[in-house]
């Protein structure tokens, strides 16, 4: 049985992940890390990583990006793997993931759904098959609480993209300050934030006269809790350093 820490565990997502573990019995969640300390069912929560003393296996974070150094603080000292599922981190932070990286095993995904990350791959296809001839947009959707705009796997689909096209385009995210043409060789993204909306994203191909669209919708925030769930299985058992994300656990 591989034993979690949940970091962000008095978070809407954390308490998905909380539920998700109580009822895998190759999971037991061991402890939980967040400001609010408050008490739950199962596990002693504790206020800071620095306070977490309890063994565990490997941590799944679904907190904020200001709590990203001392988690990562606490992983490294006691070489603990760990699931990053936050999103809206700088580049500053990425950084730093990418440092500690060097020392433990870091899973790190801006969307863990399976789903996404399949639609991720249809649209390497189709932008290596469209190249010059489509203009690429993509538009997301996300409830009215969500902080960071564009949303991590709105840019993850671009970087896909991106990387399929014969050409280094260039990422757009507002155009109502600019009166001009789209260029060819761009990729725009636009966000909407409204209502409970889980997470919609869907990639526009837009040729002359024809349009391809390609959408994920995700009905829970469950799919997500999975997700980690599973990211956290897989990295119990890693032992080398080094980053991962969901290819990994795929190609599993």
């Known amino acids: 049985m591989r034993k979690i820490i949940i970091s962000g565990c008095c978070g809407h997502m954390g308490r998905v992940v909380a539920d998700i573990c109580a009822n895998d019995p190759e999971i037991e969640t061991a402890a939980g890390i967040d400001l609010l ?4 069912e199962g596990f ?3 206020p800071t990583p620095a306070a977490c003393t309890v063994e565990a296996d490997a941590v799944i974070d679904f907190s904020h990006p200001a709590a990203l150094g001392p988690l990562l603080e606490l992983c490294a000292a006691r070489r603990l793997p ?20 060097q020392s433990i095993p870091i899973f790190r995904s801006a969307n863990m759904s399976l789903g996404i990350n399949v639609l991720m791959d249809l649209v390497r296809r189709a932008a290596a098959l469209l190249g010059e001839d489509f203009d690429i947009e993509i538009e997301e959707r996300h409830h009215r609480r969500k902080l960071d705009a564009p949303s991590g796997t709105a840019l993850m689909l671009a970087e896909a993209a991106a990387g399929a096209l014969p050409y280094e385009p260039s990422f757009v995210y507002d155009r109502h300050s600019v009166r001009r043409p789209r260029d060819r060789r761009e990729i725009g993204m636009s966000s909407l934030r409204g209502g409970t909306i889980v997470g919609d994203h869907t990639v526009v191909f837009a040729g002359r006269d024809e349009v391809i669209e390609l959408t994920h919708r995700a ?3 469950e799919v997500f809790a999975a997700g980690a769930v599973k990211a956290a299985k897989f990295l119990a058992g890693v032992d080398a350093p080094g980053l991962y994300d969901m290819s990994h656990l795929i190609a599993r």
């Open 219 to 221: 009905a829970s925030r």
């Open 44 to 46: 002693p929560v504790f």
């Open 37 to 40: 300390a408050q008490p739950m």
């Open 82 to 101: 760990v699931v990053l599922a936050t999103t809206g981190y700088s580049e500053e932070q990425l950084e730093q993931v990418r440092q500690a990286a």
